[in-house]
């Protein structure tokens, strides 16, 4: 069954026509499926991640997800500083690194277009001022945002 309704389908994949400019890459940490149920080391929304993203794809030849095992790929996942699963690394034009964890629904899913299409252009609608301060910051800042289900 998909995640996404066909109108917003169509309206995803005419978004992605006209403002996904240049190839962008998700790479999705999560854990593989198992058979068994180890509650306290499953993952509770990866396979929806997985499943909404590859729907995602399906509707730009620009958007590619390469899928990471978080166990058994653990010392990239550190390097790329994934410390819980689902996780997503957006790779495009931009020269920043954007992780994002947990799966993008609902008010979140429009973060993740966001995410994706800054990441083909290489830069965020930021006003110019608030790039400059950043650029005028002394040392890399690491920044979280954090939201909770309402």
């Known amino acids: 069954m998909a995640l996404l309704p066909d109108d917003d ?27 068994l149920a180890v509650p306290s080391h499953e993952c509770q929304t990866c396979r929806d991640t997985g499943a909404l993203l590859a729907e995602l794809a399906e509707l730009s030849d620009k958007l590619t997800i ?4 978080f166990v058994e790929e653990a010392e990239e996942a550190k390097r790329k500083g994934i410390e819980r699963i689902p996780a997503l690394v957006f790779e495009g034009k931009g020269r920043g ?3 994002y964890f947990g799966i993008p629904a609902g008010y979140e899913f429009a973060v993740l277009l966001e995410a994706v299409l800054d990441a083909a252009r290489g830069t965020t609608d930021l006003a110019p001022a608030t790039k400059q301060r950043i650029a005028d910051l002394p040392k890399p800042v ?5 939201v909770t289900p309402t």
Do not use: M, W
């Open 9 to 35: 389908r169509k309206e995803l994949r005419k978004l992605f026509a006209e403002r996904l400019t240049e190839p962008v890459t998700i790479h999705l940490y999560t854990q593989r499926a198992s058979p």
């Open 66 to 69: 390469v899928t990471h095992d």
């Open 97 to 99: 690194t954007v992780r």
């Open 142 to 146: 690491h920044l979280e945002v954090l």
